[in-house]
């Protein structure tokens, strides 16, 4: 047999991609790269500016010529011009072909929400000065957003301020799972994590086991509104999370009779300000009133219970 001839291996480069977006729309441009076969994908926040970030996307540079690299802008910049928004500042650096992994990871912060939240990339530590709050750990790897969405930070903000003890919660559109993580660590009691993405079921499943000391109150599911009434197997939820958009809320809406206690609530999000009479309009002809109504940047959140307001209630309206 002939010996295998040297061989002699060129390094491989990657092309580090680098832009500026608004944080609104952080979610959907997640996706959006997802749909182009993108996943090596980070952004970054300053501490002082959370409406916008740096986004960053690793791209082989074998696999990406040139005419590839021009196409892929023209597609970003075209998403940008189809929702209105503006995609600016690209910049192209080639990077050696170091473990573009740790480069990615470089780029994520602990992030507290309120006063007693962390959110905590799987790989660091908790920093001494936030050891005493309830560190929530997540792998911002899959494409359902960081915590840095602000719908996402209304609803922490808002299972904060009334956390939900010894209670059955439900998180209706899990995404990453974050707020049914958050929901036992406030205190609830059970929590029922529903997703239409198979992708998104892994991810809340892989961050759960991230988080192993919530371990036995987490159950996760595929599906919608269906799936999530047969778990229940007739017992009724303490709270509803839904962070999804206000269309998807209309049409679901009709079903929080059947799923929600007579003294339960549900936290709406996902919703832009605009949209908010609407929603408050067909909520309202389902006998559910708006309890809270809270705004952060372009969207709001609403905390809805049965019956009629109170004057508390009024009064945190006004």
């Not at 970054?44 to 970030?53: A, F, T």
């Not at 000065?129 to 719908?151: K, M």
């Not at 239409?196 to 919608?224: C, H, M, P, W, Y």
């Not at 708006?290 to 372009?298: I, N």
């Amino acid at each position: 047999m002939d010996p295998m001839p040297f061989r002699s291996f060129e390094p491989c480069y990657w092309w580090r991609l680098s832009f500026c977006l608004a944080a609104d729309f952080e979610d959907i441009l997640f996706w959006k790269l997802e749909d182009l076969g993108i996943n090596r994908v980070a952004v970054q926040y300053s501490p002082d500016n959370l409406e916008k970030g740096i986004f960053f996307v690793w791209l082989q540079e074998n696999d990406w010529p040139i005419n590839e690299r021009e196409n892929l802008l023209c597609a970003l910049i075209q998403f940008g011009n189809s929702f209105g928004i503006s995609i600016s500042n690209f910049v192209w650096d080639k990077v050696a072909d170091e473990d573009w992994s740790k480069s990615w990871k470089q780029h994520w912060r602990p992030d507290p929400v309120g006063r007693n939240l962390l959110i905590l990339p799987a790989w660091l530590d908790v920093p001494d000065e936030n050891s005493d709050r309830i560190v929530l750990r997540l792998d911002p790897g899959s494409a359902f957003g960081t915590g840095s969405h602000p719908t996402t930070r209304l609803c922490l903000e808002a299972i904060e301020k009334d956390p939900p003890l010894r209670s059955t919660v439900a998180d209706l559109g899990c995404g990453s799972g974050i707020l049914s993580l958050a929901s036992i660590g406030l205190g609830a009691e059970e929590v029922l994590a529903v997703d239409i993405d198979s992708l998104a079921v892994k991810a809340t499943i892989e961050n759960a086991r991230l988080n192993q000391n919530f371990s036995g109150k987490l159950e996760v599911f595929l599906g919608s509104v269906d799936v999530l009434k047969e778990k229940l197997n007739g017992k009724l939820l303490n709270l509803l999370l839904c962070n999804i958009l206000a269309p998807v809320i209309e049409q679901i809406a009709p079903s929080f009779e059947d799923l929600i206690a007579q003294d339960g609530r549900a936290i709406l999000s996902g919703v832009l300000v605009d949209q908010v009479p609407r929603l408050k309009n067909c909520l309202k002809s389902l006998d559910w009133t708006v309890s809270s109504c809270v705004s952060k940047e372009k969207w709001s959140l609403l905390e809805i219970r049965k019956g009629t307001t109170t004057k508390n209630d009024q009064q945190r309206l006004s």
